[in-house]
DNA sequence: CTTTAACCTATCAACTTGGTAGGTTAGTAT
DNA sequence: ATACTAACCTACCAAGTTGATAGGTTAAAG
């Protein structure tokens, strides 16, 4: 029950290409010298983001990545969904799982359904353009 | 980002005893041919629970299981952290975690501290009584 | 046609998950 | 006492995931 480095990697690189956005594409070398994290590793998610639709990438000299959408359009939902995968609480849930044989009679699918919305209510309320302008010392009340 | 079958089967052992509760102890026999769950298995996951103090255990013959407390006085959190241990999203908010060098700047950890919080709240707001009542048809509202 | 930077594939050690196997301890009944 | 029962404990294992690293390929700009 734990969200991987992935994603949170994800949503710090999210954040800090919309600090740093502009009309210039910004090269994973820039971003790795901010972030410190392992470029190598980072390529992987990048390539995510890039298939999720969420990042514009563009090789070459003058190339790198900017975000394909306004920082305010971007939620925290849409970056840990492209980099961690179905996000569903229990395999059943899973979009590729097979259905349950004991669905009908499962006294605790209810509970993992909604746990499931609360999840994805939850970070589709948080946009990269509202981590962006959060100070650490500041609490959230959702 | 999943909950285990260990945490799964806990919480259907866990109703499993509060239907067939009474003055006796429920031999795991019993629990393991109604939930058709690996006894062996379950063997472990029966002793996090113990030892938690959710269960009471007894040796030898007319041995068994049952709750330690009311049904309505064991919530879904209860269960979960037993068998699950530490339900923290991020590895940053395990108890066990040394602090994080960038707490201070992290600005994605006031996100993660209230969605903590979330599930939190959400699992300790139901009980094994109110599992045990659902039919399967029925929809929280929360 | 060289440089730059994204992209792709393979590999790896450490850890977790979901079990299985076999033996030991504690309590009950005859 | 001793047989029986049922919890408990330790070790092991295959498969999958995580968090990387290594090295090469493709695409774009100058």
């Keep these: 029950m734990k969200i991987s480095t992935k994603g949170r990697y994800a949503l710090r690189v999210m954040i800090d ?25 980072l390529e992987g998610i990048m390539t995510d983001l890039t298939k999720s639709d969420l990042l514009d990438a563009q090789h070459g000299k003058g ?3 900017k975000l394909k959408r306004d920082a305010e359009d971007i939620t925290a939902w849409d970056v840990l969904v492209s980099t961690e ?3 569903a609480p229990i395999t059943c849930l899973d ?8 669905a009908a009679e499962c006294k605790t699918l209810p509970m993992w359904e909604n746990f499931y919305k609360v999840i994805r209510d939850y970070f589709s309320g948080i946009t990269i353009a509202g981590l962006m302008n959060k100070d650490s010392g500041d609490n959230y009340v959702i």
């Design 95 to 102: 979009k590729s799982a097979e259905p349950c044989i004991r």
């Design 85 to 87: 995968g179905d996000l």
């Design 63 to 65: 190339g790198g990545y």
């Design 17 to 41: 290409l919309a600090e740093h956005s502009g009309e210039n594409y910004i090269p994973l070398r820039d971003i790795v010298a901010r972030q410190e994290i392992s470029q190598k590793y």
